[in-house]
């Protein structure tokens, strides 16, 4: 058997879907988003029942109400996880149980893109499962333990972002809510709307995009635009791992996959790597007095 390297030329020709987050104040118009989006391609996971916003769109749903089919749909669109035990979520075991009630997975090929609305409340129906497990229960008191239900919810939610994240062949997009909140300076901050600490903070290491959707301003009058890159003056959560994409764009899904999937300078002309240039002025005023 000879080492399993992956060539350039097949690395390249694998398909790659885009996993990504969208964050926004209540309202903005994420749920709309999916009118920018194939119909026919899309499966909406809707976990708000907010679909009035989108009354009249002619895509696929499903409507998972817990974190048992939650857990059930991850694994059923993103396949098994080899390296789990069979007693554990998204293992070979967990999805041949899955693929029993929900019948052939390749049902799902018809779809290109997931739609997940929200993660807010898939993080809120993880914690009340969360809640309900033993490790939520103190060992010596047999109490509730806050501590450890909200290690547990980290993990089972985290688990459940990588393994829709490991979904080559599919666009997997989340939303959520977005909060303003002032820090211990007093400064504006803004975070995800998610039960615990954990997810918000190690989320953007797992998808390859983060957006907020916000309302910006042009000469006084405000529109709905996407803010992309981490260095923004509105300090909005945001990432472009795809290098493809500039600091606002137009808060249309469809065209942005577009832009992410289109071709890209090499990195040595689209990154930089030197310093701006040095102004005199404030060199001037920075030297010590004598």
């Not at 981490?230 to 600091?247: C, E, H, V, Y």
Request: glycine letters at 8%.
């Amino acid at each position: 058997m000879s080492l399993p390297i992956i060539s350039a030329d097949q690395r390249l020709a694998e398909p790659r879907g885009i996993k990504g987050c969208i964050f926004g104040v209540s309202g903005i118009g994420k749920t709309s988003l999916l009118w920018t989006l194939n119909a026919s391609t899309t499966l909406f996971m809707d976990l708000e029942a907010g679909d009035l916003a989108i009354e009249g769109w002619a895509g696929d749903s499903i409507r998972p109400r817990t974190w048992t089919e939650c857990r059930d749909f991850a694994v059923f669109i993103g396949g098994p996880n080899p390296a789990l035990r069979d007693e554990q979520p998204y293992s070979p075991a967990h999805y041949k149980a899955v693929c029993d009630r929900f019948g052939d997975p390749a049902a799902l090929d018809r779809y290109d893109t997931i739609f997940v609305d929200s993660i807010t409340v898939a993080g809120r129906l993880c914690f009340g499962w969360c809640k309900g497990q033993p490790e939520a229960l103190s060992e010596k008191t047999g109490k509730p333990d806050v501590r450890g239900a909200y290690g547990l919810h980290g993990r089972e939610m985290i688990g459940w972002l990588t393994h829709l994240q490991h979904t080559r062949a599919k666009n997997v997009w989340f939303v959520g809510i977005l909060d303003e909140k002032l820090d211990d300076f007093n400064r504006k901050v803004f975070q995800p709307q998610i039960d615990g600490s954990k997810t918000g903070l190690e989320l953007p290491g797992i998808v390859d995009e983060v957006i907020t959707m916000a309302e910006l301003k042009a000469d006084g009058d405000p529109y709905r635009a996407f803010v992309c890159q981490t260095i923004n003056p509105w300090s909005f959560p945001a990432k472009d791992r795809s290098g493809r994409l500039d600091q606002v764009e137009e808060p249309h899904l469809g065209r942005l996959m577009t832009k992410i999937r289109a071709a890209v300078a090499p990195a040595p002309k689209r990154l930089t790597y030197t310093s701006p240039p040095a102004d005199p002025a404030a060199d001037a005023q920075s030297q010590p007095q004598s």
